[in-house]
């Protein structure tokens, strides 16, 4: 079953909460997109290294490696990856760290979906054009 | 280290005992009576020990002067008696010479005495002679007394042994007051001693008195040995009444003082059987006395009305400052306790905002993945229904994630980004952008913005949500047909802006709590309650302050002091 037929964006989901992880990732598959999830940081760092996904949708507050040292590894190793950061902190200086370690863009738990992939889309344009 | 512990401990707990507990339960009419009584003991109670010393010494030196005079004057009068009678026994005497007792026996040569006394003393009353065995051999005088045995008389032996004898006053056969003198002579014919006694018409000795008695003294008399009065006094009575006073009878000289404020000297009289009593009011400088007093008490009494005055003011003004000081520290205290409160109270906010969104994520998702799939599922009974449940919580969501998202803002440290701003242009950007909701709404906008006023060091997007947040709630307030003024002016430096409106007013009981998060009174779907306390949150992060008076059914008025420089 499919929603809409999309490009084939390749999307590695981070977050430690299986259940909002799981239906979130559903919910990107029924709309097309390649969707790999993962509940901990390392995890995040193995997938990326295993499949290079053309967007990361990060946790900030997982039990192993928070976000933004997930990031900070990732650009890195990658740094042409863009990662977008979903989370239910709202520490604004969180967020803004991240942006300077040069996250995509910072978006606050619970989000609408729409304004999600719309965010997911322009990152994969940016990483496309690059 | 422990010991100086509880010594501070004690120390505070005391001093709370004594300045009345804790400053907000402080008595202060209790405060302003102690400090007023203590003060007034301090200041009247040496000006009494003074003024008291003063009038005690001055009457000391007055009774003292008093008595020296009383006694002088005493003295005095003694001696004037004394004179008296020792020239009347001298006149006896000299006429019981020796050898005359033969003549005198001769009641011719008596009688010729006798009228040659009289001739000089009229007060002689008769004469008589008395031989050694106490028979009266010759008289001359108003009785037939010759031949009278005199052998058994007390007298008759007093004044064989000693010469001479002075008798108290008697009343005679005349019943007319009389006192005898006798002297002892020792005829050398006969080889045996004879006696010549004479009575004297006692008003003699009352004259007398009267002509010593000066005008300072008031009283003057005689008195025998067991107190009975021989003179009369203006004070005791008439001769022969009883003297009450013991000391005058068995002292040979003493002073005292009565109650009446009498003042008593007496003295024997040497020789005779009489104690001079000299009796005067006290204080021989009544008038000076009475000047003194009244002038002591005069002035002790204006220093006391001066003193209460001074003294009740000064307890008042310390009092005041107490009270002041209090009022300050208990403001000071609340103030922090206040932006304690609030700033703790955001603390929980953000982190219960915090723990809901995650499950808030979770509906979210699931309740939009049940959608997904309605939507590719085939039409089945109830699919529409189900579906508007779903977009209903999805909307719930949306409402809660806009409450949750807010909660978080409190633990969001917003960058702030100071610039030199001029205050009037936020007010006025402000309220263009609400110019149209304050049209619709009939309100009638007044703004007095003060154009000199100086730039501040501020963040103008903060500033701007600080203005519209109270400019959103004043319109509320107001409703149709409102007024709200705007005004902009220096206050010691900080920039000061009063945001008034003639709304409905805030009652007390509400007041205290508007800056508190989610307290409201709107409508649950009007307002979160969040938007004043993310205001004083922002201002309190500018370093401004922000404060609210309101009168119910007259307005409110938030003030807003942004200092010049963050």
Not at chain 2, 2 to 17: G, R, S, T
Request: hydrophobic share 40%; charged share 25%.
């Amino acid at each position: 079953m499919k929603l809409h037929e999309k490009e084939h964006i390749r999307v590695l989901i981070a977050d430690d909460e299986v259940e909002f992880l799981e239906t979130l990732g559903t919910r990107m598959k029924l709309r097309g997109f390649e969707v790999t999830t993962v509940n901990s940081g390392g995890a995040a760092i193995q997938a990326v290294k295993q499949d290079t996904p053309d967007v990361v949708v990060l946790d900030l507050k997982m039990p192993d490696l928070n976000g933004l040292e997930v990031l900070a590894k990732l650009k890195e190793d990658f740094p042409a990856l863009e990662v977008i950061i979903l989370t239910g902190q709202g520490s604004f200086e969180a967020g803004k760290e991240g942006m300077e370690k040069g996250a995509f863009d910072y978006i606050m738990k619970p989000v609408d979906l729409n304004q999600l992939i719309g965010k997911i889309e322009e990152a994969y344009a940016k990483a496309k054009a690059a | 280290m422990k010991v100086y512990i509880a010594l501070k401990e004690w120390l505070a707990f005391h001093a709370m005992k004594v300045l009345g507990e804790s400053y907000n339960k402080r008595n202060y009419k209790k405060i302003r009576i102690s400090l007023f009584t203590t003060i007034m003991a301090i200041t009247i109670i040496p000006l009494l020990i003074i003024a008291g010393l003063s009038y005690n010494n001055y009457t000391d030196l007055l009774i003292k002067e008093e008595r020296d005079q009383l006694e002088s004057r005493l003295d005095k009068s003694i001696r004037a008696i004394s004179a008296m009678v020792e020239n009347l026994r001298t006149v006896i005497e000299f006429s019981a010479w020796q050898d005359r007792y033969d003549e005198l026996t001769v009641q011719a040569n008596l009688e010729k005495l006798f009228i040659r006394l009289k001739q000089h003393y009229t007060f002689f009353a008769d004469i008589g002679v008395i031989d050694s065995r106490g028979i009266q051999q010759s008289y001359y005088g108003p009785y037939d007394l010759e031949g009278t045995d005199y052998s058994n008389e007390q007298w008759f032996t007093e004044v064989l042994e000693s010469g001479i004898y002075i008798s108290n006053i008697y009343l005679g056969f005349r019943e007319v007051p009389h006192f005898t003198i006798a002297v002892s002579s020792f005829d050398p014919n006969s080889r045996k001693k004879w006696v010549l006694r004479t009575t004297i018409d006692a008003s003699t000795l009352q004259n007398f008195i009267n002509t010593i008695k000066t005008a300072r003294i008031d009283d003057l008399f005689l008195i025998d040995q067991i107190g009975i009065m021989q003179t009369s006094s203006s004070l005791y009575g008439e001769a022969f009444s009883k003297y009450k006073e013991k000391r005058a009878v068995s002292n040979e000289y003493s002073f005292y003082q009565t109650e009446e404020n009498y003042f008593h000297g007496s003295g024997r009289i040497k020789k005779t059987p009489w104690t001079l009593v000299l009796v005067e009011k006290e204080y021989v400088h009544q008038q000076d006395w009475l000047d003194f007093r009244n002038r002591l008490a005069t002035i002790v009494l204006l220093c006391i009305i001066i003193d209460v005055l001074i003294v009740y003011g000064l307890a008042n003004l310390l009092t005041n400052l107490i009270r002041s000081s209090d009022e300050i520290h208990m403001k000071l205290l609340q103030e922090a306790e206040h932006s304690d409160r609030l700033a703790s109270i955001g603390r929980l906010a953000a982190g219960v905002g915090h723990e809901i969104n995650n499950p808030l994520a979770i509906i979210n998702e699931k309740a939009g993945l049940a959608g997904d799939i309605l939507a590719v599922s085939p039409d089945f009974e109830n699919k529409e229904m189900i579906t508007g449940c779903l977009e209903s919580i999805g909307k719930s969501v949306k409402r809660c994630s806009t409450i949750t998202h807010r909660l978080l803002g409190f633990a969001k440290r917003q960058e702030v980004k100071n610039q030199q701003l001029q205050v009037n242009d936020v007010l006025k950007e402000v309220m263009v952008f609400l110019d149209n909701l304050m049209l619709t709404n009939r309100i009638k906008i007044e703004s007095q913005l003060q154009y000199d006023l100086p730039e501040v060091f501020s963040d103008q997007m903060q500033l701007q949500q600080v203005f519209l947040n109270i400019l959103n709630n004043a319109i509320d307030a107001v409703g149709k047909d409102g007024h709200i003024s705007i005004m902009s002016h220096v206050v010691a430096g900080d920039v000061r802006v009063v945001i008034q409106d003639d709304g409905p007013g805030i009652t007390d009981d509400v007041l205290p709590h508007i800056f508190e998060p989610f307290f409201t009174t709107k409508d649950s779907d009007k307002g979160t309650g969040l938007g004043l306390s993310i205001t004083y949150g922002l201002i309190k992060k500018l370093g401004g302050d922000i404060t609210v008076r309101s009168q119910v059914g007259k307005g409110t008025a938030f003030t807003i002091t942004i200092p010049v420089e963050n």
